[in-house]
């Protein structure tokens, strides 16, 4: 089955920009989706086919992917911005869905 | 707006049933790909099932063959028919929609938990 590597947490300065990866084999072949889930509510998302985002996400949030990496950078960040983000894609030969195992951001 | 709302968890004995339901205002369930995802406890997010908007459906390796996801047209919700529960069932579950042709989920439902204990 297709697995996605995120990095367990990142951490990063108010106002600095994080940037969090999700590794699979030939990733760039695949849409890619990022979603926010802060403490104890649901997931949010932030980030749909690889670089899109939905109404009301901020400019902040943007995507890419290329090669076997996938990545979501939050530029500016803020106090507010502090969550777990989890990168997910469809497995086209098993007609699964994919999570990562999420990135614990940290705004320090 | 579209919304969704979850309910039926609860407490449930291992080997036990549970049926979850998810209420969808805002949207036509059976023209839509409804989706449950779960989450154990501190843990990450777990994809469950999918019934695809001709009725086709899809489950997780885990739950293969102890949980069944299915429509009510007349009612606009979706269930998640869940037997045979395991200690490691224990999560919430939510709810969640893909338009057609689509591969992502939003939006999300508030979740409902469920706890396999004895």
């Known amino acids: 089955s297709y697995v996605l590597t995120q990095p367990p947490s990142v951490s990063v300065a108010p106002g600095q920009t994080a940037t969090i990866s999700c590794e699979g084999h030939n990733i760039e072949s695949k849409s890619v989706q990022w979603y926010q889930q802060k403490s104890d509510q649901a997931p949010v998302l932030v980030v749909y086919?690889?670089?899109d985002r939905p109404s009301g996400i901020p400019e902040r949030f943007s995507g890419s992917n290329s090669g076997n990496t996938a990545t979501l950078t939050i530029s500016r960040v803020e106090a507010g911005d502090e969550a777990d983000f989890y990168c997910q894609v469809w497995d086209t030969t098993s007609d699964h869905y994919v999570f990562g195992a999420g990135t614990k951001v940290t705004v320090l | 707006e579209v919304q969704l709302v979850e309910s039926g968890g609860g407490l449930i004995q291992p080997g036990g049933s549970l049926r979850l339901s998810c209420e969808a205002s805002g949207l036509i369930v059976s023209d839509n790909y409804m989706t449950w995802v779960r989450q154990a406890p501190g843990k990450g997010l777990e994809w469950v099932s999918i019934?695809?908007?001709?009725?086709?459906?899809y489950y997780a390796n885990p739950v293969k063959g102890r949980f069944a996801i299915s429509i009510d047209r007349s009612k606009n919700t979706v269930s998640l028919h869940m037997d045979s529960l395991r200690a490691e069932d224990t999560a919430v579950y939510y709810c969640t929609r893909s338009s057609r042709g689509t591969n992502w989920f939003d939006p999300w439902g508030q979740g409902t938990l469920v706890t396999v204990s004895s």
């Open positions: 086919d690889d670089s």
């Open positions: 019934i695809y908007a001709g009725g086709t459906t």
